[in-house]
């Protein structure tokens, strides 16, 4: 066929207007296959890293394989050093020393390694009508109803009363068994089918079943307890009272995995927020003669609130970016007010099944890249750390100059709900901040699902940042 002239609105048209277009249209194949193959490991380190602490401990791994060191406050750090700072084993902060100068400020990517999930109560065990559960108290915004009826696995630490700790992890291996919270029948669901959705199983109901054997003596009761607390005993070493000084939480059990016949999405436990921590690592590593010093935070509890001394809200990045800096001669302060951050954390994809929580025109879309969001919060934008115009400015020339893939989104519609993340305890130390992440569906359920061209150039969109 003959070529045809493109007419003059055409090519105004080109050249005013938006034209958003799929990833899968945008990159090659080879790019594509690319993108799946960067997948494959971040896979592998979600089934290691189901908890916060396991998170740290595994990146911790990688980093300490790729030469960096802990982190010495006392000492004057240079142009290629490389460190890190555990925080109390659920938060991490590590460190590459640029070739310009600290007070010309630092490159921050701060992401988050707390997914929600049921915590164990401090008296969690107990029998009912011969069957042996656990209390718990589900951490973050979990959708109750959702944890019912499939497979848990346990990951936590216990310290014992002689002070020695145990790691403890069963359900993850084929030949471990796993856990569960009942669900009612549906032919006797009836009044529980009247209650609304928030309500369907409450949180005194994410009761989870643990065992049904007893043990073999008459004379006493709680045989069915008694025959769990031994097993664990066995096991561990633990005793009931140990349940008071333990970190246990039930995750979803089982490994992540490829979903659809196209393979170009995964589906896992915990992508919120590991998906940015992982892709923020790999660009770290990739960037260790940087202009520019880079701090990339893992931090904890974002889903409760960023409190307590591992969340962002505690002073761990700002002291450690003080002690960086002090023996330069050159205050903390100064480097954090020429700064420049990434808050990195997941938003909401476009979801054709329920489209009336979003503005189609200003929601983020699976498999169209990153997403830059300019402010989250709620209402009218209540609790935003909404960036300048000047700071998107910079952020879009640095996407597009690196070819990046991105989209720019509010998580919902106006007033139907919101959230908010880790920016706001970044850009209130003076740093220009700006959130960015990858598009989930079901964020926060059991199975999150995202994008592998999201993973992947949200990775990039790290990369051009860092390096
Ligand atoms: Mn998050
Ligand atoms: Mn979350």
Redesign the pocket.
Known sequence: MEKTEKTAAELLKEKLLRNPKNGGLRMGEDEIAGAFGFCAPYMEFLDKAKTESEAVKATIGILEENGFVPFDPAKKYTAGDKVYQSIRGKALVFAAVGKRPLSDGVRIVA??VD?PRLDLKPNPLYEDSELALFKTHYYGGVRKYQWAAIPLALHGEVIRKDGTAVTVSIGECESEPVFTINDLLPHLAKDQSERKLKDGIKGEELNVLIGSLPIRDEKISDKVKLNVMKLLNEKYGIIEDDFQSAELSLVPAGKARDIGLDRSMIGAYGH??RV?AYTSLMASLEATSPEYTWVNVFADK??TGSKGKTGLDAYFLEYFIADLAKPHGIEGRTVLANSKCLSA??TCAFDPSFPDVSDKRNNAFLGYGACIMKYTGGGGKSSTNDTDAKFMGEIRMMLDSAGVIWQTGELGKVDQGGGG?VASFISRLGADTVDI?VPVLS?HAPMETVSKIDVYNTYLAFKAFLV
């Open positions: 992401s988050h997914s919120d927020d940015c974002e889903e954390d997941v993340t992440g964020m």
